[in-house]
T-cell receptor
Framework: AQSVAQPEDQVNVAEGNPLTVKCTYS??????LFWYVQYPNRGLQFLLK??????LVKGSYGFEAEFNKSQTSFHLKKPSALVSDSALYFC???????????????FGQGTELSVKP | DVKVTQSSRYLVKRTGEKVFLECVQD?????MFWYRQDPGLGLRLIYF???????EKGDIPEGYSVSREKKERFSLILESASTNQTSMYLC???????????FGSGTRLTVV
């Protein structure tokens, strides 16, 4: 079965420190991996994706993520956290796609990131 | 800028009412999705559609139906609203293939 796990419900970081939000996945075939961010009472916004190529993917707002095939992980990182990064973060994977039926993303449960001044 | 537009940000309805949540996208996407989001439960897929007039049940379709008469519009229908359908509803769309989703801003529905 295809699945995504975000093992931490909440991550607390001091402003200026590096941050990591963890994600592991289980999927048939080569995964397409995504990170989204959600601010309060809003929809999800796309941050970055991994389809193929370089294992380190750079995205919006200074975020990056590292794809590790052997560990089936796709952790989100940022070298220096900002208070404005505080939000809910979702990891998602798109695995096997039935032809002509598009493809569904499977989402993790979300991780609440809190950055304190 | 590409957009997915949900007709209402906040909605309050009474138990037993028929409720329509509308979603329109301007990106010519084939796929459209309806999710509900509840604290501690993440995003749960209600229904999705990969083409006009096509629909597929997601993980929690009970109590809901959908309509996709035109490519750009995907409607979620609560046939008889109940209090346990109080939730944040998110619409999303995507191209077929490798792309991710574009989400709407969400509709926070309260059923009283």
């Amino acid at each position: 079965a295809q699945s995504v796990a975000q093992p931490e419900d909440q991550v607390n970081v001091a402003e200026g420190n590096p941050l990591t939000v963890k994600c592991t996945y289980s999927v048939s075939g080569n995964p397409y991996l995504f990170w989204y961010v959600q601010y309060p009472n809003r929809g999800l916004q796309f941050l970055l994706k991994y389809i193929t190529g370089d294992n380190l993917v750079k995205g919006s707002y200074g975020f990056e993520a590292e794809f590790n095939k052997s560990q089936t992980s796709f952790h989100l990182k940022k070298p220096s956290a900002l208070v404005s990064d505080s939000a809910l973060y979702f990891c998602a994977v798109r695995g096997f796609m039935i032809y002509n039926q598009g493809g569904k993303l499977i989402f993790g449960q979300g991780t609440e990131l809190s950055v304190k001044p | 800028d590409v957009k997915v537009t949900q007709s209402s940000r906040y909605l309050v309805k009474r138990t037993g009412e028929k409720v329509f949540l509308e979603c329109v996208q301007d990106m010519d996407h084939e796929n459209m999705f309806w999710y509900r989001q509840d604290p501690g439960l993440g995003l749960r897929l209600i229904y999705f559609s990969y083409d006009v007039k096509m629909k597929e049940k997601g993980d929690i379709p009970e109590g809901y139906s959908v309509s996709r008469e035109k490519k750009e519009r995907f409607s979620l229908i609560l046939e008889s609203a109940s209090t346990n359908q109080t939730s944040m509803y998110l619409c999303a769309s995507s191209f077929r293939g490798r792309s991710g989703y574009t989400f709407g801003s969400g509709t926070r529905l309260t059923v009283v």
